[in-house]
């Protein structure tokens, strides 16, 4: 009743040109050929309809690869982009890295001047206590001098003469 497409073994087109033959002798092969008809009718949908299932499988599949191929593409954006944010996250961490390094190198350098505080605070306590002694010994000096002026003058009076004797 029909003949193979170059498609598929499955399909089946039909071809007005062929009959089946016995159509026409007696009711029994009348019945036979409308029995036989039926059944190639029979097979014709049922072939038809797997194919319509593959086709509609195909079909399917082509749009789950083609929504698979869009869900890849977009997951590689996404993942391309988390890669650039990763990469300035580490060059950050890296620039935090460098000025850690130097905070640190800051706080030898807070130790330092610690110590040249104290330096200062010991020369300016050296200088109030020689500013002190100093006019400790002035005044005490000066006081020596009023009380004792006069005798002090002739010691030393006497003290040029035998040096200069």
């Known amino acids: 009743m029909g003949r193979e497409s170059s498609h598929s073994g499955d399909q089946r087109t039909p071809d007005i040109d ?4 016995g159509g026409g002798e007696s009711r029994h092969s009348q019945h036979q050929w409308i029995v036989h008809s039926f059944n190639e009718l029979k097979e014709d949908n049922r072939r038809m309809n797997e ?4 086709v509609y499988n195909h079909l399917s599949d082509v749009k789950n690869e083609a929504s698979l ?5 977009r997951m590689e954006t996404t993942l391309s982009g988390i890669e650039q944010k990763m990469s300035s996250l ?4 890296k620039t935090l890295a460098e000025h850690s390094h ?8 807070d130790k330092k001047l610690e110590k040249l505080d104290d330096i ?4 300016r306590k050296a200088k109030v206590y020689i500013g002190v002694s100093l006019a400790v010994i002035s005044f005490c000096a000066g006081v ?3 009380l004792f002026g006069s005798y ?14």
């Open 18 to 21: 062929a009959q089946i033959t």
């Open 120 to 123: 200062d605070d010991t020369i």
């Open 102 to 109: 130097k905070l640190s190198e800051l706080a030898q350098i």
């Open 69 to 73: 191929a869009c869900a890849v593409t």
């Open 144 to 146: 020596t001098w009023w």
């Open 51 to 54: 194919r319509i299932d593959q």
């Open 152 to 165: 002090l003058g002739k010691v030393i009076e006497a003290l040029n003469a035998l040096v200069l004797k």
């Open 90 to 93: 580490d060059s950050i961490n």
